[in-house]
């Protein structure tokens, strides 16, 4: 039987410590290196070295004075001994760094001295957080090399004395980043891969990931099995398809492609949960549904799937100082540690990590009296997730993010509420008066990044890379721009609910914080505001705190598109909205009528006045609100209209909270001094001008007063949406509405035509909430106006509201199309255009065939792309295929056939279609799909995959590109390689083949070989410049040694004479034709006839003869450059040393000398199309002359008869002629799916 759920989740946790373990194990055992430390007695001392101290060491800033001194002498430097630690490091900072890296005979010793600085930042990190950046700072160049050191015996240190080294070295530098806009934290990762994945528990994540495949291929084999019994089919065994032979080690199905696609999740991130946790008498815990703002926006969009994942924080976090020391465990110090627990969320919550050992051997006996209140705790928090596993049910799962108790109270209670809240709603009076300390200031934000840092963590270890992580509001800024850090591939999107409206001095007077904030906003993959307001606002700040930002604006689809440091954010406006059922269901029930009937009846007294009208409002008892304001608005309105005392009320319910914070409890008390005041001056006997209450109402209650009521107030001073107004009107379309304008729903209905001229206004607008004659003026206009004319006008804003609902809302924002990722359908005017659009395609196929080999799902907003770019191509061209746009400097008009481009951008939609299949035969079907329109396919195919198959494995694949594996496009510029070849190729290297390289005479870079393929690093070698110039890897490039220095000079100047001669009106065609001038490593070349011959014969020879004079003109004795036509192009190429030109065979030749390959060894594929790639062919027949199979596309017979000539002389008859790229690229896959398929000998 499978494991339940809480074995699987605690199988995950025990897995996501021994991540920990492994990782610090795998890096200490990597770290070739011992740190000797001489002592003044010429002894040895390994213990009291940095980072390896002996076991029950207290550390103290005495402790760390002592080795610094000592430190210091052996530098040679005398000091006073009665300084303190951090003045010795004021006053020898510079020097201990500097000696460190001069790597002379003291630079050991300096070491150990910075060594001793980071130990100390990690000991008690909120301290000497200043120091810690100093230290990075100084480090400089020089910090990879510092880490690979460091980590290792930090790491150490971790391992043997249970310190939290790792934790407080990774929020420091996280915490840096914040700060500094800077990547430090990716440095690390550089220096010492691991750490990366110890943080993230990979481990666990991956075993949970195959955990929950397996539990799907048994789930579907169990019911196919089920059904197969019952109709007693006899291919039982068949039941599970392909995927019986699946594997934990490699993501392939027997079709050769990497399957697992799994649908993309909504991993929803905030601070507050959905649910209200309340701990009973009993000890039980009771959990409900919540009812905030937040829930009823998200919550249906979370419901869909209960696989989808909302992270929030549930109260259950850890004691302690969240600043504290980061050492040893009961030894270092006695206060709780600086970070909260290095294992988290998948299945299950983490629990504090000081009593995670109890949870490991909770059964075991233990009569220790100190840890009798950790278990008690232990089993207290195990009796909460019991309810958690319960509620996750047929449901979403909730999964609770656990902080530092201490932390998490600054962060919301502090920062959040006390400088956020009133700076973003532009209250700074609200501030609070203690953040004009800036230490105190200092030290909230560290808490409110930390706590940030525990949310990301959590929201990368629950995530899978097709999954859309959306964050929530101003509580949560960071996260995106940590996450980044964490794994830059995950697409992440925020959305702020409340205002952005920061007054001009908070960017001076809070930039420590103010700063970052902006750049986190940036971070994210996409932002969305609630209005124009907030998001303009946004864009303005951008522009002036950072210049080098790139902006730009799509007015079509009304986003912001913003680059900064080499990422791009898309800026939306998204006005959220309601659940409209949740509160119309509620309005036709008799219960709702008659509770709607006594509200009126209590309020306005049992025989009002027909003219009577009961004003409402309901909202948070918050400053924000303009309660206040309100109120003074209602005494004016009373007193300068006495006609209406006796006749209107107004019912105000203001649900009070943050009781705790005096600047809200001062707030409430004026408030209700205000109230109490009103009634005592005019109320009477039968009538009370407001009543008010402190108690929200369930939602019946609240549906049966918006019903009661003949005027809703909704006026706030400043407000994100404020979402009463359209629950207002949702359910009574006769009341009537007085919007301020502070709320953004009023900036929504005005922007939507529902404010506009005299006769088309649908609401009463106040302008400006401290005038309270005004305000008077609107309560009496709204008030005067006809029942049936409120209704009409109410009528309108009703229908607004249906046809906007929440769901439209979350629809728009999770709607891929809008983010700068997605390539739009545009109209191609131009040459750069049209290149543009091809480049941008590259990237979004090179995406697409990583997933495909990773077994990933393939994202939403790829296919949307492609599509786009399609639909361009195709609304752009003039007549079928054929594209007519504006050359870059000049007025004349190019013309492409672009039909290879459009093909191939349906036939990568046709793959994405087969691969997401869950048929195991989807890519024989896609191959069958390449048939189309071709009646030698077929046989083609078969006859080449029979050629492949009987080489069984070939130890080197060589192959030319264009002609062979892509089809020839209109330009280079355009060529770009197919997904579905890409991944064709990138399988048969992995399958069948040791050693590949492709071969070509493009240049490598600068619209070369690299620019313009889709297979991800690792697959191919690339030689371009026909063989001159080889990218083995990004650390391995090399090239042809034997060019001179004055031959690259001759280069130069003939590709400078070529530039301005296709300046020419008489040659300008020639700019971009074909592959147009290209300058190689060796050579040049320049198109002088495309793949559709569109350039007439007497134009072409024009060229090549000006071509010639001009290297006449430069190598006057004929002695380095040679001049060779072929069919579409013309080449210069330099002469070797012995006067012959340089070939594709001498390219190999080189490649096999500079990488130790010999070609005797093993079977060897050679592919091309042209003359140009036969010395490759020669080459290989030299070397090992019964090992080589070719296959050549090509239907020219001249070139067929020299192939079979020149294999035939070597005695070889391996050899196989086929027509286009799609029949080599069809007995790929075919070769790669016998491969795959074929038993594995082990």
């Known amino acids: 039987s499978w494991p339940s759920c809480p074995s699987l989740s605690l199988s995950l946790l025990l897995s996501y410590r021994f991540d920990h373990f492994l990782t610090s194990f795998s890096i200490l055992i990597s770290s070739n290196r011992s740190f000797i430390l001489s002592m003044e007695d010429g002894s040895i001392n390994l213990q009291d070295q940095p980072f390896q101290r002996r076991i029950g060491t207290q550390l103290t800033d005495a402790v760390f004075k002592s080795d610094m001194v000592h430190i210091l002498r052996q530098l040679e430097v005398e000091e006073d001994e009665d300084k303190s630690f951090p003045e010795l490091i004021r006053d020898h900072f ?39 950046e100093k230290l990075i700072n100084f480090l400089g160049f020089h910090s990879i090399q510092f880490w690979k050191i460091a980590v290792p015996v930090l790491f150490e240190s971790d391992f043997t004395a249970a310190t939290k080294y790792r934790d407080a070295l990774l929020f420091a530098l996280a915490l840096y980043d914040v700060n500094t806009g800077k990547s430090r934290l990716k440095e690390v990762y550089a220096a010492v891969p691991g750490v990366r994945e110890s943080l993230l528990g990979e481990n666990a994540k991956s075993f949970g990931e195959k955990f929950h495949h397996l539990k799907k291929r048994i789930s579907r084999h169990n019911s196919r099995s089920s059904l197969l019994d019952e109709i007693g089919s006899p291919g039982k065994d068949r039941s599970i398809g392909g995927d019986g032979n699946d594997s934990d080690t490699d993501h392939s199905l027997p079709s050769g492609l990497a399957s697992a696609h799994f649908h993309q999740r909504v991993i929803n991130v905030s601070n507050a949960p959905p649910v209200s946790l309340k701990k009973e008498k009993t000890g039980e815990w009771e959990i409900k549904q919540g009812s905030g703002g937040l829930v009823s926006c998200v919550d249906p969009v979370m419901s869909k799937h209960e696989d989808n994942v909302w992270l929030a924080n549930l109260g259950m976090n850890v004691g302690g100082k969240g600043g504290g020391k980061g050492g040893k465990r009961d030894s270092f110090s006695d206060q709780s540690h600086s970070l909260a627990p290095a294992t988290n969320t998948l299945g299950l919550p983490l629990i504090k990590q000081t009593i995670a050992e109890v949870l490991f051997h909770v059964l075991a006996d233990d009569d220790e009296v100190a840890h009798v209140h950790d278990k008690n705790k232990a089993r207290q928090d195990l009796s909460l997730l019991g309810v958690l596993n319960h509620y996750n049910r047929g449901r979403y799962k909730l999964n609770p993010v656990v902080v530092q108790e201490e932390d998490y109270n600054v962060y919301y209670g502090g920062i959040s509420n006390g400088l956020l809240w009133p700076a973003l709603h532009n209250l700074p009076e609200y501030i609070s008066e203690e953040y004009k300390d800036p230490k105190l200031i200092r030290d909230h934000w ?9 949310f990301a963590i959590d929201a990368v270890r ?52 103010a700063i970052p904030l902006l750049r986190g906003l940036l971070r994210f993959t996409k932002v969305g505001f609630q209005t124009h307001r907030d998001r303009d606002r946004f864009v303005k700040e951008v522009e002036k705190y950072f210049r080098a930002a790139k902006i730009s604006f799509d007015q079509q689809l009304d986003i912001y598109t913003i680059s900064l440091e080499g990422v791009s954010c898309s800026l939306g406006v998204f006005p959220v909205s309601i659940k409209n059922e949740d509160f119309l269901h509620f309005v036709s029930r008799p219960e709702t009528l008659k509770l709607s009937a006594d509200i009126r009846r209590k ?3 049992p025989s009002p006045s027909p003219d009577s009208r009961l004003f409402f409002s309901v909202e948070r008892f918050d400053y924000t609100k303009g309660i206040r304001e309100k109120l003074h608005g209602w005494r004016k309105y009373l007193e300068t209209h006495p006609e209406r005392r006796g006749k209107d009320v107004l019912y105000q319910i203001a649900v009070t909270n943050r009781r705790s914070v005096d600047m809200y409890r001062v707030y409430q008390d004026e408030c209700m001094e205000q109230v109490e005041a009103i009634n005592r001056d005019y109320s009477t006997k039968d009538w009370t001008p407001i009543i ?12 049966a007063a918006y019903c009661a009521m003949d005027i809703g107030v909704v006026t706030p001073r400043k407000d994100g949406m404020n979402l009463v107004a359209k629950e207002m009107i949702v359910v009574n379309p006769r009341a009537g509405l007085i919007l301020s304008t502070g709320a953004g729903s009023e900036i929504q209905f005005y922007n939507a035509g529902l404010y506009g001229k005299e006769e088309e206004r649908n609401y009463t607008r106040i302008d400006d909430l401290y005038d309270p004659i005004l305000y008077a003026q609107c309560f009496y206009d709204a008030a005067c ?36 990722h997605v390539i739009k359908n545009v109209k191609i005017d131009t040459i750069d255009d049209f290149f543009s659009l091809m480049i941008r395609t590259r990237h979004i196929r090179r995406q697409i065939v990583e997933r495909v080999l990773e077994g990933v799902p393939i994202r939403q907003h790829f296919c949307i792309s492609l599509a786009n770019a399609r639909d361009s191509l195709l609304s752009s061209t003039s007549s079928p295929n054929t594209l007519r746009v504006k050359a870059t400097k000049s007025s004349d008009i190019a013309i492409f056939d672009i039909q290879n481009e459009i093909s191939e951008l349906e036939r990568d939609l046709s793959f994405i279609d087969y691969v997401e299949s869950d048929d ?20 083609q195919v078969d006859k080449a995959t029979a050629l ?29 390689q197919p997904a579905y070849s890409g991944v064709i190729q990138a399988q048969f290297a992995r399958r069948c083949a040791q050693t590949c390289a492709i071969l070509t005479t493009a240049p490598m870079m600068n619209m070369g070989i690299l620019d313009v393929g889709t297979i991800p690093e690792g697959y191919y070698y690339y030689g371009a410049s026909g063989g001159r110039e080889w990218y083995v890897s990004p650390s391995v490039k090399f090239r042809d040694s034997s060019i001179m220095s004055t031959e690259q000079k001759l280069l130069d100047e003939l590709f400078n004479r070529l530039s301005l001669l296709v300046e020419e009106e008489d040659f300008h065609v020639f700019s971009w034709i074909g592959s147009g001038l290209q300058k190689h490593y060796g050579h040049v070349t320049i198109a002088h006839q495309d793949v559709h011959v569109s350039i007439s014969t007497e134009k072409g020879t024009k060229l090549k003869r000006k071509v010639e004079e001009i290297v006449r003109e430069i190598d006057v004795n004929g002695d380095k450059l040679a001049v060779v036509h072929s069919d579409r192009e013309t080449k210069v190429l330099l002469k070797t040393q012995a006067g012959k030109l340089f070939d594709k065979g001498n390219g190999l030749r080189m490649l096999c000398s500079n990488l130790n390959i010999d070609l005797k060894e093993g079977n060897i594929l050679v592919c091309g199309d042209s003359s140009t790639d036969l010395p490759m062919l020669e080459e290989c027949l030299a070397r090992n002359s019964t090992g080589v199979f070719t296959i050549w596309v090509t239907q020219d017979e001249t070139l067929q008869e020299k192939v079979r000539a020149l294999c035939l002389s070597f005695s070889n008859n391996n050899f196989v002629f086929v027509n286009s790229p799609e029949v080599l690229l069809g007995a790929m896959a075919q070769a790669t799916i016998r491969e795959t398929c074929r038993p594995r000998q082990y």
């Not at 560290?446 to 525990?454: I, L, P």
């Not at 080489?951 to 209109?970: E, I, P, V």
């Open 94 to 132: 510079e020097m201990i760094g500097t000696e460190w890296k001069k790597r002379a005979s003291k630079s050991e010793m300096a070491l150990q001295g910075m060594l001793l600085i980071l130990e100390y930042c990690m000991w008690t990190p909120a301290a000497a957080s200043e120091l810690f």
């Open 446 to 454: 560290c808490s409110y990044v930390r706590v940030n840092y525990q």
């Open 462 to 513: 629950n995530s899978r890379p097709q999954d859309f992580i959306w964050i929530h509001d101003y509580h949560l800024v960071l996260v995106g721009l940590i996450m980044q850090s964490l794994d830059p591939n995950l697409e992440v999107g925020f959305f702020l609910h409340i205002p952005f409206q920061p007054p001009d001095s908070f960017f001076d007077k809070f930039s420590l914080c």
């Open 603 to 605: 309020m306005l007294g």
């Open 692 to 703: 008010f209450e402190c108690d929200g109402l369930p939602r019946d209650q609240l549906v």
């Open 785 to 820: 106006l006809n029942e049936e004319e409120r209704a009409k006008r109410s009528k309108r804003i009703h229908e607004f509201l249906l046809a906007h609902d929440i769901e439209r809302w979350s629809t728009a924002f999770l709607d891929p199309r809008w983010t700068h």
């Open 920 to 939: 195991p035969d989807n890519i024989e079907q896609f191959v069958e799909s390449l048939s189309k329109g071709m009646e030698y396919f077929h046989e």
């Open 948 to 976: 492949l198959t009987k080489a069984d494995h070939f130890y080197y694949f060589f192959t030319d590109r264009d002609g062979t594996l892509k089809s020839y496009s209109c330009a280079y510029s355009a060529s770009i």
